[in-house]
């Protein structure tokens, strides 16, 4: 039987996925994007699990698609299957925010793999980089779209179109990453956000993470107006009156999500 491409772990309410095609710096082949598809699927429909961390293994996080297979791929088959957008689709219907923990390299598809995280932990030897302009090609998983909302107009053009990588201190001051960390710490300060984040409520959480994601697709006065609905709507909540009942207690006291 072969090997799996991802390892899935738990650490209590945290679903943990670890990319795992080590002799292929984590290059994303269709086994692997079906199995971490499969993977977050599982994770969504399992309700003991609150946060998810996506990282790779000791050859980094990820060198992007899969050279060797994506060589063979002609316009009409990629344009036929839309190659890809599966992977778009899986992480837009995944409710439970994701922490991505780049440990090492992400570059081309692995960088795209990366800004589809909700947060972004970085070790202090991490790189990104989108260098398919050096293959012939260019960003096709999210890139040209979502590196330019995370760093703006020029930081992403200059990664787009000279290929060249930026650190992970340069991601971080450009808005990229949300930490960065000794290699050795930045998994267990991930771990630590995620349950955190998995020990508040669940449809909260969830709520939080759709108004936010609708910030990049909407104008503001109609992001508002969302964010207020989801707002309003989090008034019926049980652990809505949970939380403020806890909050108003004498003396406080910690309050017990659903
Ligand atoms: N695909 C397939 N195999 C790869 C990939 C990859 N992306 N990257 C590395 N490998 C393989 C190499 O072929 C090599 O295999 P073998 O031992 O059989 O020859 C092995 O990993 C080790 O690689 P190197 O010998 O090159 O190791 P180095 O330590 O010298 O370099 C690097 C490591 C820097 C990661 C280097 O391999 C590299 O630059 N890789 C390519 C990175 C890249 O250009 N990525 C962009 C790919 S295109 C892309 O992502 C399009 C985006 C579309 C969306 C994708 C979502 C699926």
């Given at each position: 039987?072969?090997?799996?491409?991802?390892?899935?772990?738990?650490?209590?309410?945290?679903?943990?996925?670890?990319?795992?095609?080590?002799?292929?710096?984590?290059a994303?082949?269709?086994t692997?994007?079906n199995e971490?598809?499969?993977a977050?699927r599982?994770?969504?429909s399992?309700?003991?699990?609150?946060?998810?961390?996506?990282?790779?293994?000791?050859?980094?996080?990820?060198?992007?698609?899969?050279i060797?297979?994506?060589?063979?791929?002609?316009?009409?088959?990629?344009?036929n299957?839309?190659?890809?957008?599966?992977?778009?689709?899986?992480?837009f219907a995944?409710?439970?925010?994701?922490?991505?923990?780049?440990?090492?390299?992400?570059l081309?598809?692995?960088?795209?793999?990366?800004?589809?995280c909700?947060?972004?932990y970085?070790?202090?030897?991490?790189t990104?980089?989108?260098?398919?302009?050096?293959?012939?090609?260019i960003?096709?998983?999210?890139?040209?779209?979502?590196l330019?909302r995370?760093?703006?107009?020029?930081?992403?053009?200059?990664?787009?179109l000279?290929?060249?990588m930026?650190?992970a201190k340069?991601?971080?001051?450009?808005?990229?990453?949300?930490?960065?960390l000794?290699?050795?710490?930045?998994?267990?300060a991930?771990l630590?956000?995620?349950?955190k984040?998995?020990?508040?409520?669940?449809?909260?959480?969830?709520?939080?993470?759709?108004?936010?994601?609708?910030?990049?697709?909407?104008?503001?006065?109609?992001?508002?107006?969302?964010?207020?609905?989801l707002?309003?709507?989090?008034?019926?909540?049980?652990?809505?009156?949970?939380?403020?009942?806890?909050?108003?207690?004498?003396?406080?006291?910690v309050?017990?999500?659903?």
């Amino acid at each position: 039987m072969s090997e799996s491409t991802i390892i899935i772990e738990h650490s209590e309410r945290v679903g943990i996925i670890k990319l795992n095609r080590p002799r292929a710096y984590n290059a994303l082949s269709g086994t692997l994007i079906n199995e971490l598809l499969d993977a977050l699927r599982s994770f969504e429909s399992d309700p003991g699990v609150g946060a998810i961390i996506l990282t790779g293994n000791e050859k980094g996080f990820c060198a992007g698609a899969d050279i060797k297979e994506q060589s063979e791929l002609s316009f009409v088959n990629a344009y036929n299957q839309d190659y890809l957008k599966n992977l778009n689709d899986g992480f837009f219907a995944v409710h439970k925010p994701i922490i991505g923990v780049i440990n090492g390299i992400a570059l081309g598809g692995g960088c795209e793999l990366a800004m589809m995280c909700d947060i972004l932990y970085a070790a202090e030897t991490a790189t990104f980089g989108q260098p398919e302009i050096t293959l012939g090609t260019i960003p096709g998983a999210g890139g040209t779209q979502r590196l330019i909302r995370a760093i703006g107009k020029s930081k992403a053009m200059h990664m787009i179109l000279t290929g060249e990588m930026i650190s992970a201190k340069e991601a971080e001051a450009a808005g990229l990453v949300a930490k960065v960390l000794p290699a050795e710490q930045v998994f267990s300060a991930a771990l630590k956000t995620a349950s955190k984040i998995a020990s508040f409520s669940a449809p909260i959480v969830a709520m939080a993470k759709e108004a936010v994601n609708e910030a990049e697709e909407l104008g503001l006065k109609n992001g508002l107006h969302f964010e207020s609905r989801l707002y309003h709507a989090t008034f019926g909540l049980e652990d809505h009156a949970e939380g403020f009942q806890a909050f108003l207690a004498k003396p406080k006291r910690v309050a017990q999500w659903t």
